[in-house]
């Protein structure tokens, strides 16, 4: 059984703060549960399959996350209980959806994650998705701890029921991808059986429908906003003539602060788990107590704003301050340090930094660089190789939008095969952009599962539009980046997987490219010669690379790691894989002189770079050379 279905209420444990979400559904009776995968929220779905093969728990990985909102949303509005989880960016992509599903609201609990990104560990962008609360009309929910991250999604489902509406659960890495002691609750049975009832009046977002939908969507919010002044979530604890408002992980950071610095008995905190609407009757009782407030929270001012307005309308209202000089940034995460010092430096209180630690002191050497980069035996290296090779040979210099996903690391030396990338999707049209703006040659990238999340607009855009380009569709079986999760073009299927698969090359001739190919990457003078005939050839040319994912094969049990190859004495100093190739199990030789050396523990024994060595000088081991 898998670990979160099973223990009694009230036993301890440590979970991960995705996986605390997922129990806290589960607890909720949870019957339906969807998510595009990205990173800090793909555990969520992850979890959510596992245990969706072993219960009545009905779980997708969806196409996208407008299509996983969608699914979530039909099903909310049959009666059952639904999580639909996604990125901060994600939201992008659902929010037309949820822009409207605000109006319709839902009949079943339907809970949102945001998984936001601060210091954009995996992502595009940092934005704040608390705005998304605003924008849409919608509660919002901020756990600051695994356990609350359980608890509050427990709560957001009842909430959603009470409210019918939609309720977004925002969270941040740092909640999402930390473990914590959480204390289970009773698992509650879920109902697993909808039924539809016919409203058009209420579901079908004609005008005249949506006029009456908004009316209803602001008394909801006046509604919430009562819940939220007595919500548990939102909560003072101390007495002190220093005010802080904090929310989120902000909150564990101001808790250390306050007794790093000793200050409990100076400090009044104001906690908020139930962050839109904001409380404001409470908000304005708590700030007739103090004299100064400092509002902590990454990134935007939304607290600072929502608190500074309520503010206004007191006789004398206290100095708040939050971003700005000397204070907080709307950059990056923050940690207990920053979060101390500021304190410290806003209320006067006399600290001293600590010194940080030196890694490199502490070991006598720099510590080496590990910049990101392709695994060693990934199939996209073989294509980008390729590529290079190509354009060299045919004399010609490529412009490469490129797309989100593993292949995005192409960008880096001595790859280099990277120009421009905006969004999921955006480097086929980008692409049509270009050529047409400057009539160079154009080679655009993406990967299988971006493909189906928002490629095939930009594909069908290009066609009919008659623009001038390749598109090679770097095809590995698996949506890699964030933990090989199925799509519909997945390959192998992992065990037990029952979505039907849809294959990529059908897609692409049926959308009407005429020029396409499809190639395996590790073959590498097939590849070669298909890449020229269609860098030289004009129109829209589609070639799909396809070799599947060698760490998910591995995960599959279907490769072995051998170590199979040796590097004779032929290689000298040409260093054309070094510089043209750049597999991490290929290094310079250790003395300098000599030939290069491969790394048995890093190498995946693809085979590729037999291929592309010049001078034959890598080669499989024998028994009289290995």
């Not at 009905?58 to 049959?78: D, H, I, P």
């Not at 990101?372 to 199939?379: M, V």
């Not at 480097?427 to 080679?443: F, R």
């Amino acid at each position: 059984m898998h670990p979160l279905l099973a223990g009694p209420p009230g036993e301890k444990r440590l979970l991960l703060g995705n996986e605390a979400i997922v129990r806290g559904a589960l607890e909720a009776g949870v019957a339906l549960a969807t998510q595009y995968p990205g990173t800090p929220s793909s555990e969520i779905g992850d979890r959510c399959y596992q245990i969706s093969r072993e219960s009545d728990l009905y779980f997708e990985y969806a196409t996208n996350e407008k299509v996983a909102l969608e699914v979530a949303a039909g099903a909310a509005a049959s009666g059952l209980r639904v999580l639909c989880a996604m990125k901060h960016v994600g939201v992008n992509v659902a929010a037309d959806t949820l822009m409207t599903l605000a109006y319709s609201g839902v009949k079943g609990g339907l809970v949102l994650v945001s998984a936001d990104d601060p210091s954009l560990f995996s992502s595009q962008n940092e934005q704040d998705n608390r705005y998304y609360a605003k924008l849409s009309g919608l509660p919002m929910l901020e756990p600051s701890s695994a356990q609350e991250a359980k608890d509050l999604t427990h709560y957001a489902f009842a909430l959603s029921e009470e409210l019918q509406l939609p309720v977004i659960l925002r969270t941040t890495t740092r909640i999402n991808h930390s473990r914590g002691v959480v204390v289970l609750g009773e698992l509650k049975p879920r109902q697993r059986q909808g039924r539809f009832e016919k409203n058009p009046f209420r579901y079908v977002m004609v005008p005249a429908v949506a006029r009456q939908a908004h009316g209803i969507l602001l008394a909801q919010q006046a509604k919430a906003a009562a819940v939220a002044e007595t919500c548990q979530w939102n909560r003072v604890s101390g007495t002190g003539p220093w005010g802080i408002v904090t929310s989120g992980v902000s909150a564990a950071y101001v808790a250390d602060a306050i007794a790093d610095l000793g200050i409990r008995d100076k400090v009044s905190l104001l906690t908020l788990g139930f962050t839109h609407p904001l409380p404001s009757r409470l908000i304005r009782e708590f700030l007739g107590r103090v004299e100064k407030v400092l509002v902590v929270e990454e990134l935007e001012p939304y607290l600072e704003e929502g608190v500074r307005a309520i503010a206004a309308d007191l006789p004398q209202p206290p100095v708040i301050r939050g971003k700005g000089e000397g204070l907080f940034s709307r950059l990056f995460e923050y940690h207990p340090g920053l979060v101390r010092q500021v304190l410290a430096g806003y209320f006067g209180v006399p600290y001293t930094p600590p010194t940080p630690v030196d890694p490199a002191a502490l070991l006598g050497r720099s510590l080496p660089e590990r910049p990101p980069n392709l695994c060693p035996g990934c199939s996209h290296r073989a294509t980008y190789y390729a590529v290079k090779i190509a354009l060299r040979d045919l004399g010609v210099e490529g412009i490469f939008p490129t797309d989100i996903g593993c292949y995005t690391l192409g960008l880096l030396p001595p790859l280099s095969m990277a120009d421009y990338l905006l969004c999921m999707g955006s480097s086929v049209s980008t692409a049509a952009g270009i050529a047409t703006a400057t009539g160079q040659k154009v080679i655009a990238f993406i990967g299988d599962s971006t493909f189906f999340h928002s490629g095939l607009p930009g594909l069908i855009d290009a066609v009919h539009n008659g623009h001038d380009f390749l598109l090679i569709i770097l095809d590995n079986g698996t949506t890699a980046m964030t933990g090989h999760q199925p799509h519909p073009g997945v390959t192998p299927a992992p065990p037990g997987y029952t979505g039907r698969t849809i294959d990529i090359h059908q897609v692409v001739q049926a959308l009407g490219v005429e020029q396409v190919k499809l190639v395996n990457p590790l073959q590498y003078r097939l590849t070669l010669a298909a890449i020229k005939e269609a860098v030289a050839a004009r129109g829209v040319r589609v070639i799909i690379s396809r070799s599947p994912c060698i760490l998910y094969l591995q995960r599959l049990g279907q490769k072995k790691r051998a170590k199979t190859f040796v590097v004779g004495p032929e290689c000298r100093d040409c260093r054309h894989c070094l510089d043209y190739f750049g597999c991490p199990a290929l290094q310079p030789p250790l003395e300098g002189e000599g030939p290069l050396v491969i790394d048995e523990a890093l190498c995946n024994a693809c085979g590729f770079c037999l291929q592309l060595c010049q001078k034959k000088a890598i080669r499989a081991k024998s028994a009289g050379n290995g």
